[in-house]
């Protein structure tokens, strides 16, 4: 069992995000505290199996002041129990924390930190609409290995004007044992996107084939398209996610996988905010044994570990080999797909074409 918590308060909206996120407001924390707890109670009453891992996300769970965090804390801690049995993860921005408050994260039982550092590059954190400099993203890093924290960064790459390779080395040089990258992605109802602002398709390549050379020569491990780690440092709680596992979900607009009597599971997405707050439910579907094969394989082969045709089959009644025979025999012929025993593996040339990959499993389906 996995439970993400979806926090939706930001020091400020960032121009490229399109997460559900709003700047704080005393009022509205107040109202997500009480309607946070109701959820918890009322799911716990349904799923009360003990947690492996927990996810704070944003939002900028951060952002929120210790006596918040502890309030949640203590709902979770009755119902569920605090900390998780395995992993227990928290996001936050550089400008949120300093050492004395990542000790009391510490002594709460947080023990992975997710820091949102984007760049070491001014310039580029300016763009980007970030509220700290090179500086303070930097020590943060090195305020939260000191605190002993399993602690993951984040990069965004094809910033015009980013020099990626000195953002990496940067990194490198912390020692941080787990790196996230993300290309920077425009959608079309944020700033950016209003904006016009436009990816340059060079770039983004350049950025993907010069993270995974110079991560690896240090020793990380890209064991999913966008996550790179020292042996041992993986995010278990993603792996959920990628792997088909069952993961509850609190707060505005979060996203649960639950099981679900005579099918493979239901999805279940909740509301925006003001909806949330006046307790409306969540948009709920069934997974098919057809729509659940192509979440494994569009999750699935993000990862390094890849996809278990083997344990698909069972647990769809699907042979993959089968249905998409065609399409995983012309990518193993481009170099796009391995396949070893049941395990079926995207390469590195496929995972910089993964979308491409993916549609074709999906056209399939369609025609």
């Given at each position: 069992?996995?439970?993400?918590?979806?926090?939706?308060?930001?020091?400020?909206?960032?121009?490229?995000c399109d997460f559900h996120k709003m700047l704080r407001n005393e009022s509205l924390v107040a109202q997500y505290l009480d309607r946070l707890e109701e959820e918890a109670e009322k799911w716990h009453n349904l799923h009360p199996e003990p947690l492996d891992t927990i996810y704070?996300?944003?939002?900028?769970?951060?952002?929120?002041?210790?006596?918040?965090?502890?309030?949640?804390?203590?709902?979770?801690?009755?119902?569920?129990?605090?900390?998780?049995?395995?992993?227990?993860?928290?996001?936050?921005?550089?400008?949120?924390?300093?050492?004395?408050?990542?000790?009391?994260?510490?002594?709460l039982g947080v023990s992975r930190i997710s820091i949102g550092v984007q760049s070491t590059q001014d310039p580029v954190l300016r763009f980007l609409g970030r509220l700290h400099n090179s500086t303070q993203g930097i020590e943060a890093v090195d305020w939260a290995l000191q605190a002993g924290f399993d602690t993951s960064v984040d990069l965004i790459t094809a910033v015009p004007g980013q020099d990626i390779e000195s953002?990496?080395?940067?990194?490198?040089?912390?020692?941080?044992?787990?790196?996230?990258?993300?290309?920077?992605?425009?959608?079309?109802?944020?700033?950016?996107g209003r904006r016009g602002v436009v990816i340059d398709p060079d770039q983004e390549a350049d950025g993907f084939e010069l993270t995974e050379r110079?991560?690896?020569?240090?020793?990380?491990?890209?064991?999913?398209?966008?996550?790179?780690?020292?042996?041992?440092s993986e995010s278990r709680h993603n792996q959920i996610y990628w792997h088909g596992g069952y993961f509850l979900a609190l707060g505005?607009?979060?996203?649960?996988?639950?099981?679900?009597?005579?099918?493979?599971?239901?999805?279940?997405?909740?509301?925006?905010?003001?909806e949330w707050l006046k307790g409306y439910s969540a948009e709920q579907h069934e997974v098919t044994p057809d729509m659940f094969v192509l979440e494994m394989l569009m999750t699935g082969l993000r990862t390094r570990r890849g996809v278990d045709l083997?344990?698909?089959?069972?647990r769809t009644g699907i042979r993959v080999s089968d249905r998409?025979?065609?399409?995983?025999?012309?990518?193993?012929?481009?170099?796009?797909?391995?396949?070893?025993?049941?395990?079926?593996?995207?390469?590195?040339?496929?995972?910089?074409?993964l979308d491409a990959l993916l549609k074709k499993f999906f056209d399939t389906e369609i025609n």
């Open positions: 069992m996995a439970l993400y918590l979806h926090i939706p308060f930001c020091p400020v909206v960032c121009p490229y704070f996300g944003g939002g900028t769970p951060s952002h929120l002041v210790d006596a918040e965090l502890e309030r949640i804390i203590g709902v979770l801690d009755r119902t569920w129990g605090w900390p998780a049995r395995i992993e227990t993860t928290f996001e936050a921005d550089p400008v949120t924390f300093d050492p004395e408050r990542l000790r009391h994260w510490r002594d953002d990496l080395n940067t990194f490198v040089a912390t020692g941080v044992p787990h790196i996230s990258v993300y290309t920077l992605t425009v959608e079309p109802d944020t700033p950016f110079v991560l690896s020569e240090h020793g990380y491990v890209r064991y999913e398209v966008s996550s790179h780690a020292r042996p041992g505005p607009s979060a996203a649960s996988f639950i099981p679900k009597s005579g099918a493979l599971g239901a999805r279940l997405t909740n509301p925006p905010i003001k083997d344990l698909l089959e069972r998409y025979g065609m399409v995983i025999e012309d990518a193993s012929k481009q170099g796009f797909l391995e396949r070893e025993g049941a395990k079926l593996r995207a390469t590195n040339a496929g995972l910089m074409i």
